[in-house]
């Protein structure tokens, strides 16, 4: 059906390498089935456990066929769609992180021998993962962890080789989420860096068509393999129209104009206790969060003692032995753990990258059991400088367009 529809269009733009093509949805499971024919794991969005979660996916049966999700501070629910949309969601609780800084990773294994302990490091893993549905904030926040792992003075080499075998198969976003501020945070919702190919989702009256380009020489060559056609003016038109109309329905707005200056000046602004009274210290922000990258480990033996494993593992600076050191915590109270996490993310980091670490993706909103709102708290913070009087819409939190 999909290839009928863009027939029409055939005649009207002449063919030429690079510009974008158009499949249907047997062009996406060809597309799937080519990945996954190249040694790809491909990973993309499923349904489970009433939510969208990224998982194996084996062809375009296994996507959200006709789903999409409602989100708010501390809300999010599935709701089945008019049409059968593959990508008709915004983001569920999982990013890609868990792929390429997993929870939980072995670092070395230390075996008695007669001798002593013989250490055996953990083999780099060479799983080759093609990631199928990135959004453009989801590219950013990939982005920025290169920064952490790859660009520092300590490579993690694990994060490296993962990262290195992987291929991006970004979509660009048809909808926006209440907790989305993508736009604020110049980070969507359009695909511009970080992709192998990119899809837009077409779908007007009997036409459920994918414009396809690519983004790289890997991309071009598996692009050759799909056997896209070649994209229409109108399709073109349409695709851009949908991001466009994409960036106009960010259900959040963040003011980051001197952001960095406005926390650092106001670490005793009276928000943070505000902040304080509930938060639960729960730690899921960090854990949601596609930036977050901040890890513990943890040493095991077994009951005869001749056996030792040492484990990474996610940590989060909410927790209270995250900044334990000799003497008690730094950070022992949930204002000061609340001011450290927001303060680093749109502040400190920048010292620290040269980036923000927020992408403005809005899962620590959604995924708040309270529904605090970074937003929302810098808005606060905003509205109460002396300076701001009297220009005090347009500071961020909920939009009221929403
Ligand atoms: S801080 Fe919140 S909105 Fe920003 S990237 Fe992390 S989870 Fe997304
Ligand atoms: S801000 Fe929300 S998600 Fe984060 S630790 Fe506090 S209660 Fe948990």
Known sequence: MGHACYRIFLKTVPYIMNKPEVIGKEGLNRLIQILTGMGYQVIGPTVRDEAIVYDSVHSIEDLPAGWTDEQEGGTYRLKKRSDEALFGYTLGPHSWKQFLHPPERRLWQAQKDSLGFDI?????????????????????????QDKVFIQSPHTDLHYQSLRQNALFVAVNCGQAGNTCFCVSMQTGPKVEM?????????????????????????????????EAKPAGENEVKRAEEIIANTANQMGRTMATENIKELLYENVEHPAWEK?????????????????????????????TGDHAERWQKWDSCFTMDFSSIHGGAVRNSTQSRYRQWMTHKLASWQDQFDTSGCVGCGRCITWCPVGIDLTREVAVIRESQPDQAGKLSGSGGQNENS
């Open 194 to 226: 970080g992709y192998d190919l990119v899809l837009t989702e077409i779908l007007d009256d009997e036409c459920h068509t994918f414009l396809i380009s690519a983004g790289s020489d890997a991309g071009k060559t598996i692009l050759k393999a799909v």
């Open 275 to 303: 902040i304080a009274g509930r938060c639960l210290s729960c730690a899921n922000c960090t854990m949601v969060c596609p930036t977050c990258f901040c890890s513990t480990v943890e040493d095991v033996t077994d009951i």
């Open 120 to 144: 055996v490091p953990e083999k780099l893993n060479n799983i080759k993962y093609a990631f199928l549905g990135v959004r453009s904030c989801e590219l950013h926040a990939i982005a920025i």
